[in-house]
């Protein structure tokens, strides 16, 4: 939803304030939809469900199938619908990018993300997915310290350009980092968690709520990518191990939770709510302040994508994840039987 937000804003945000009350909306509109943060909370709690994960099964076969079946199957269906929709109607999204067979099929496979610019942070996830098994493995060897040198090794070349936009395009390294840190949130935050006590974990989370929201209204870089991915960290560990925190029953909502689990696909497919709502409202058109002219469209397109996302959950993503599952349950009683043999 920050993300979607965050892109609506982006369009209207270079228009002046209608007065002082539409001002501070809009101030509070860009400091919600931190979108940039949104990405890094992304890519802490992708390390942090990965490292449970593998924490289960260790197997790096298994795993690299898994994130397979997971990321490319809803990725390619919709760098084919985009692919369709340019060859018939010359429609694109964001900025027009080659649409020949070659660059079509590298978008398929996350490796670039020109056809549809968000997914630029997939193509950081796949290139994350060795760093964290190495630092799964790392960490069983010599605990934590080698993974908090790796963090700060990575975030010194934040600060280099070169590093930043290495895998091109609209891909940003200067957040990797932020895997390992969401590995150290899953090996060591509870602890810290139950130390604290209910008192100060509350603190903590209204500290790390200000910063995201702090950080949505301002320029974001390389020591604030940090400070968000610190702040996603206190989220994501209070949301585990302290569930009782009032501001987080939110996430028992029963809509919350089916936005929850058709996000992947939401985030995939939002460019097209975001065309949709483009040419639906505009400020030529609507004669309203620019804060609510941009809530305006953020719910036309999150409105029009919900229903594609939902499709692309109920049709594309779960089927490949029972595929996986399938195909994990045959591979153990393979075993089983060679064991019993």
């Excluded at 690299?64 to 990321?71: C, F, G, Q, Y």
């Excluded at 900025?95 to 099929?105: G, K, L, Q, R, T």
Aim: proline share 5%.
């Amino acid at each position: 939803m920050a993300v979607v937000t965050y892109h609506i804003w982006s369009q209207f945000s270079a228009a002046a304030p209608t007065g002082w009350i539409d001002a501070i909306l809009s101030r509070m509109i860009a400091s919600v939809a931190n979108g940039i943060g949104a990405v890094v909370i992304f890519f802490v709690l992708s390390g942090f469900v990965l490292a449970r994960s593998l924490n289960r099964d260790p197997s790096a076969y298994r795993f690299l199938r898994n994130r397979v079946l997971r990321l490319l199957p809803a990725a390619v269906t919709v760098v084919a619908l985009l692919a369709f929709l340019h060859w018939k109607f010359g429609f694109f999204v964001g900025y027009e990018a080659a649409f020949d067979p070659i660059n079509v099929i590298l978008n398929m496979l996350l490796v670039r993300s020109d056809i549809n610019g968000p997914m630029w942070s997939l193509t950081i996830e796949c290139a994350a997915i060795p760093l964290i098994l190495l630092c799964m493995r790392l960490y069983r060897s010599y605990r934590a310290k080698p993974l908090w040198i790796l963090v700060l090794v990575l975030f010194g070349l934040s600060f280099w350009g070169p590093y930043v936009h290495m895998l091109g395009g609209y891909t940003n390294m200067a957040p990797f980092y932020a895997f390992i840190i969401g590995i150290l949130v899953h090996f060591q935050a509870r602890d810290v968690v139950e130390y604290l006590g209910r008192r100060w974990v509350g603190l903590a989370t209204a500290s790390a709520l200000a910063l995201y929201w702090y950080f949505g209204s301002t320029r974001q870089p390389a020591p604030v990518l940090m400070l968000d991915a610190l702040s996603a960290a206190v989220l994501i560990a209070v949301i585990v191990w302290q569930p009782g925190i009032t501001i987080f029953k939110v996430l028992d909502w029963r809509i919350v939770r089916f936005y929850g689990r058709i996000s992947y696909s939401l985030y995939l497919f939002h460019p097209l709510g975001l065309a949709f709502a483009h040419r639906t409202i505009s400020l030529q058109s609507m004669n309203l302040p620019i804060s609510l002219t941009a809530i305006i469209a953020a719910l036309l397109a999150i409105l029009f994508t919900t229903p594609i996302a939902w499709l692309s959950w109920r049709f594309i993503e779960v089927p490949a994840i029972q595929l996986g599952k399938r195909l994990a349950i045959g591979q153990h009683v393979i075993r089983v039987q060679r064991l019993g043999v």
